[in-house]
């Protein structure tokens, strides 16, 4: 039973690994989302300005609003490819405790309230 009890802990551990993962996952699936729109802006403002014929000194800020978007959306792909491979990992080691237990344990938090399940009315 003991064992038992150890692998459950160790699993509860594990899916709250996962969800962690997952939180910072969907995140940067944002924050990602948000540097593409500014990167779309972007080539909006530049065709706008290459129509306009805009002098030097709006050029080059152009130029340096770009390359600063283009490094946000770098710096968010790695950090995107880093947060996916410790989701992966967080997930095979859940799901090998799963395999290991036979079932999932339902952590202490989340299980339901039944001290009045059987005065409820059912629905």
Request: aromatic share 4%.
């Amino acid at each position: 039973m003991g064992d038992n009890a150890d692998l459950e802990q160790r699993a509860v551990k594990a899916l709250h690994c996962y969800r962690e993962a997952l939180t910072r996952v969907e995140g940067l699936e944002q924050e990602e989302a948000a540097a593409r729109r500014a990167l779309a802006e972007w080539q909006g403002r530049v065709e706008i300005a290459t129509f306009n014929g805009n002098a030097s000194p709006a050029r080059s800020h152009l130029i340096q609003t770009g390359q600063a978007t283009i490094a946000r959306l770098h710096e968010v792909r790695l950090a995107m490819s880093e947060a996916t491979a410790a989701l992966d990992l967080a997930y095979k080691e859940f799901a090998a405790l799963d395999d290991e237990l036979g079932y999932l344990p339902i952590p202490a938090t989340a299980k339901p309230d039944t001290t009045n399940a059987a005065n409820s009315p059912e629905e």
